[in-house]
């Protein structure tokens, strides 16, 4: 008999209960900071998503400025999700940019990462190659072939994976650098 129990290591289920998931913030908490107040003994993780970034009032500074306030939080325990996604958002080049600002705050506030990335592994490799992280980068939600998750174990990366999950994929994950998770809304 399992007598685990399952922490949701990704869920934008802001009412998830305290110490069983970590809660990814949505946009307004970041623009919104002063309505916003941690739960006891709750985690969470403050982060700009690439999607956000081909909203046409999307403002850098501003969002930067309300990741670096929440990560300041003991309870924020990771910035994320950021990443890429070439399916939506702004170019490439943009969210490069922004996946740089948000490193170099996880490094300073000493956070690990969590990814989002959609067909854009590619980017994502030559970025942790360029930016060599001292923190944790783990992608979320993957769903990809063992061979593409061999190569981001061999490159430092964690791995969480949802319902949805390969199970070659899930199976060559050693268990200290896989998780789970939701991804609930």
């Avoid at 403050?46 to 909203?55: E, K, L, N, S």
């Avoid at 300041?72 to 943009?94: H, K, M, N, T, Y």
Wanted: with cysteine; charged share 20%.
């Amino acid at each position: 008999m399992n007598n685990c129990k399952f922490f949701d290591f990704h869920t934008h289920k802001i009412n998830t209960p305290p110490g069983e998931g970590i809660v990814c913030l949505p946009q307004e908490v970041i623009l919104f900071l002063e309505e916003w107040k941690p739960q006891a003994n709750g985690f969470y993780a403050a982060g700009i998503h690439p999607w956000w970034t081909a909203h046409e009032n999307f403002d850098l500074a501003l969002h930067l400025q309300g990741v670096e306030h929440l990560l300041e939080f003991p309870e924020v325990v990771q910035l994320g999700e950021c990443g890429f996604d070439r399916l939506q958002g702004a170019s490439i080049g943009f969210q490069t940019e922004v996946f740089e600002r948000q490193i170099a705050l996880s490094e300073k506030y000493q956070k690990p990462v969590t990814i989002h990335c959609v067909r854009a592994f590619d980017v994502l490799l030559a970025e942790k190659k360029h930016l060599q992280p001292k923190q944790q980068w783990t992608i979320h939600g993957f769903r990809g072939k063992p061979m593409l998750a061999k190569q981001l174990l061999d490159a430092g990366f964690n791995i969480s994976f949802g319902i949805n999950r390969n199970e070659e994929s899930w199976n060559i994950t050693p268990s200290n650098r896989r998780h789970e998770e939701s991804d609930g809304q």
